[in-house]
């Protein structure tokens, strides 16, 4: 919330629960801005793949929405996970989608372990921390793919299928 420039609020009242108020600061977009750049529907038909979604934050719902559009996807909430379901998985997986930043380590290294293992495995990472940004060069050189949070799941689901497909997102 903070990073985004918003906060919440808590009221609790001893018999009568809890209030939880978020407040998060206004868009400057108009919602026909808006409607632009979002696709009215998504070709599930299509999608094909499979993802190791490495995520601590948003996973349950990344997860989800990829699953929900046709990906096969394995998630972890961190590296030593994620190596542990490439051992047994890795021949099937295509895409590993991680935060940079993770509980037991990073998405950089991890990537870098399991390129090692399957060299065509394609790489997005993500990061919602400012500081990261001297990480991104390094993504990018590496040829990685990088995306700062926060992200729109459709936008994700265009750089997956892209990335899928062999094209540069």
């Not at 400057?28 to 979002?38: A, L």
């Not at 990061?127 to 060069?137: A, H």
């Amino acid at each position: 919330m903070k990073q985004h420039g918003g906060w919440i609020h808590v009221e609790t009242q001893e018999g009568k629960g809890s209030t939880f108020r978020v407040y998060l600061p206004a868009v400057e977009e108009t919602p026909e801005e808006v409607s632009e750049k979002i696709p009215l529907a998504i070709d599930t038909r299509k999608n094909r793949g499979t993802i190791l979604l490495v995520e601590d934050d948003v996973r349950r719902l990344a997860y989800h929405f990829l699953q929900d559009r046709g990906f096969t996807v394995y998630q972890a909430p961190t590296a030593r996970e994620a190596q542990k379901i490439f051992e047994e998985e890795g021949a099937n997986i295509q895409l590993l989608f991680s935060d940079v930043v993770l509980p037991d380590g990073n998405g950089i290294d991890l990537a870098e372990e399991l390129i090692e293992l399957k060299p065509k495995l394609k790489i997005l990472l993500s990061s919602g921390y400012s500081q990261d940004k001297n990480q991104v060069e390094s993504i990018q050189e590496k040829g990685w793919k990088f995306i700062q949070k926060p992200y729109s799941l459709i936008e994700i689901i265009g750089i997956v299928k892209r990335l899928l497909k062999g094209e540069d997102p």
